[in-house]
DNA sequence: GATTTGAGTGCACGTCTGTACACCCAAAAC
DNA sequence: GTTTTGGGTGTACAGACGTGCACTCAAATC
């Protein structure tokens, strides 16, 4: 089983991401050995330095890999955004819901690596979190009745948004999938996303 | 130098909990080695297990502390509320801010253990947060214009603000203390409970 | 068909880990 | 003053760790 030769090397590395993703996943990346790693996908411990020079590259990877989940998930948001408040707060739940339930692995990465990764790893998340919160502050901004915000309020707006998705995202992770406080999740999650909107909407219209 | 037994045996408790501390400060808890605490608390390896039967012990006791700390910082809030809902948000970003400062140590513990610690630890604080939300939700149903909400509506705007203080406090322990950005987080925090406040008058007035 | 390449092997090493055990000696108890 | 207690020491061991090095042998190249 097997066949050229760069079909077969792309096999085993993504083995030793797959098993390194599932193996941090019972506790953190720092407390991951090599030998662990090349124990699960089933080669000698030497052998994984014909994929990465050291550990660290491989916990580079995985961050790459999981931002990159990360962003496909704010391209479906924006994709399926509909065009009322309650279609869109709907619609982007479900997708949340939907993306962390098919990648819970990578999620799951970003909730534990963000504070607890080492320093490059939690560096690479929390950028890609702010370029997620810049985003959606320049979405906002085409949306009715922020003609007048500040860039700062949008910021802002935009900031607890993203914090309560991630919020929910973590939530959804530590639940586990299909369990009984998913559906109360998700309801929690569009209570919350009304109520920022009805701020936003009331915001500067009163003192 | 020394006193009691007692007192001797207490001191070097401390001195334990104190570089665990600071050596998982570095990585996490479940990157810690009872040899390098002994090492950095000047002591063989294993007079450690004359303090605590096995370093998971040591881990919940630092956690058993650190939610000490948080117990504390909910206090003040509560004792430190003001009258009208601007004191109210400027008095209890101001308590934030100094609470986390004088004690990252224990707030930046919680940060990295929520997710990446070992089970017992994550749980025990996940239940301090959750204690954390329905002890607000029982405050804000006491405040004016609450009168006719559901118990579902306080704990969704309580888990709101409970979110957006542990985001604010996880972004103060990553700018580190006195740092440029320290302003524009505690600015940004304010502007933020604000329009979560601006939410929750308007909620259930409108449609 | 002969040669080169490179993923995976096997062994060896020095270092670090947790922990068992016998020990010391000053404070506490008698 | 004698005995007991208990925090801290020192040695020792087995296991896991990262990694260097010489190796195999099938696929790729020529």
Redesign the interface.
Known sequence: MSGTRLEQKERTRRAILDAALALSAE??L??LSLRQVAKEVGIVPTAFYRHFPSLEDLGLALVEESLDTLRALLRELRRSAGDDFRSIIDGSVGVLVAQVRGNHAHFGFI????????APV?AAI?RGIEIAERELAVDLAHLPGTSEWSE??L???S??IV??M??TA?RLI?AGPGSPEEKQITD?AR??LR?????????RS?P
Request: aromatic fraction near 4%; hydrophobic fraction near 40%.
């Open positions: 506790s953190t720092v407390a909730a534990r690596e963000r504070f607890a990764g080492p939690r929390n700062e309020d910021r802002t707006l900031s607890l914090g309560a991630v919020t973590e530590t929690s209570t919350q109520m920022l909107v009805v701020g936003a909407i009331n915001w009163r």
